[in-house]
């Protein structure tokens, strides 16, 4: 018996997903980014709070700076941006997908009352939606 197609972002959600706080440096996180593979990661507090977001676009030109200049690269709070495109984990897939076409981040901050439960990628999505179609 085939299973069940995903339809919500709980469905296909990462929920052990890589992270870091604002006092970060730049240097762990561009290795964190490689080591997991992800365009960009949320930033939360001690409790877990999603208060940012950092990607790879965001750090480029500072690491190139850190190791040309051979000196301390900056904090992520330094560089993060505060305003965060964040999905519920009870939202549709289609919904999320339609939401896609018109917002660009590859990496969506998955949140219930603020806190990070998880994150979902624009590949999850077209997963799910290839699996939705074939169920």
């Known amino acids: ?3 069940k197609a995903p339809t919500i972002v709980r469905d296909i959600m990462s929920r052990d997903c890589y992270r870091v706080t604002g006092n970060t440096s730049v240097t762990t996180l561009a290795e964190g980014l490689a080591l ?3 365009p960009g990661v949320p930033v939360v507090d001690g409790h877990d709070h999603l208060i940012g977001f950092i990607s790879e676009q965001d750090v480029l030109g500072k ?3 850190s190791a040309y200049l051979n000196d301390e690269p900056p ?3 330094e560089l993060m941006r505060h305003e965060v495109l964040s ?3 009870t939202k549709s897939i289609t919904d999320l997908a ?7 981040p590859k990496v969506y901050p998955v949140t219930e009352q603020g806190r990070l439960v998880g994150i979902v990628t624009r590949r999850d999505v077209l997963s799910a939606l290839l699996r939705m179609r074939h169920a």
Do not use: D, F, I, W
Request: hydrophobic share 50%; net charge positive.
């Open 63 to 65: 690491v190139l700076e």
């Open 98 to 104: 339609q939401e896609m076409l018109g917002a660009k």
């Open 1 to 3: 018996m085939p299973s």
């Open 75 to 77: 904090l992520v709070r």
């Open 36 to 38: 997991h593979r992800l």
């Open 87 to 89: 999905v519920m984990p």
